[in-house]
């Protein structure tokens, strides 16, 4: 997975710092400013498209609620298909659940039962990876139902975090480090 497309402009000039969002001590990275830029929004989703254009993807799995942003725009692009991950209680049809460990206490993320098919090849697409348990949530969900997880992609890394330790069986590609 190399990629060829470097980048024209700066993105980290459309990401900005909330400090204290949503509690003390956290400095959120508001991806708004991106979002609202054309430019940096298209070249956002062509850099990730052309990193994973030849990766024979079936379907993006995308993390509620800003993954969807950016996945459901990857999935248009790729052509394939999307897939939702959401917080418990969500979806209407069956799932298939996952709970993992927070910071204090636990959460729970579910995906549609039928969504994935065994031995699918599946890219798994969120905003920001942080302490990377919630990723590492989703690619167990998908591990324990036969899909193969072909990569991570983030538009944002904080890389202080380690998450990357967490997904040491998947290939993380994100396009802003901090
Ligand atoms: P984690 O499980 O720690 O990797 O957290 C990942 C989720 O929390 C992602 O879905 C992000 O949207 C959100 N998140 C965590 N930290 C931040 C941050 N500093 N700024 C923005 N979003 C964050």
């Known amino acids: 997975m190399t990629n060829t497309m470097t980048k024209s402009i700066?993105?980290?000039k459309y990401i900005r710092d909330i400090p204290d969002f949503p509690k003390k001590g956290i400095i959120f990275k508001d991806i708004s400013p991106l979002l609202g830029n054309r430019q940096a929004f298209r070249e956002t989703i062509d850099l990730l498209a052309e990193q994973f254009k030849?990766?024979?993807?079936?379907?993006?799995?995308a993390i509620e609620a800003r993954g969807f942003i950016f996945g459901s725009a990857l999935a248009y692009k790729l052509?394939?298909?999307?897939?939702?991950?959401?917080?418990?209680?969500?979806?209407?049809?069956?799932?298939?659940?996952?709970?993992y460990q927070l910071e204090y206490g636990t959460d729970t993320l579910e995906m549609h039962s039928d969504a994935v098919s065994p031995k699918?090849?599946?890219l798994i697409v969120d905003d920001v990876l942080a302490t990377g348990g919630t990723?590492?949530?989703?690619?167990?969900?998908?591990?324990?139902h036969g899909a193969v997880i072909v990569g991570v992609a983030s538009l944002i890394e904080l890389?202080?975090?380690?998450?990357k330790d967490k997904l040491k069986d998947?290939?993380?590609y994100s396009l802003i480090q901090y």
Do not use: W
Not at 86 to 99: A, E, M, N, Q, V
Not at 135 to 144: F, N
Not at 159 to 163: A, D, R, S
């Open 10 to 12: 700066d993105l980290k």
């Open 159 to 163: 890389t202080f975090l380690k998450g």
């Open 135 to 144: 990723v590492r949530a989703v690619a167990d969900l998908l591990k324990q």
């Open 79 to 99: 052509g394939v298909g999307f897939v939702p991950i959401r917080k418990k209680g969500k979806l209407p049809y069956k799932t298939k659940s996952i709970t």
């Open 120 to 122: 699918a090849r599946v």
């Open 170 to 172: 998947v290939p993380l």
């Open 54 to 61: 030849n990766e024979r993807i079936e379907s993006i799995i």
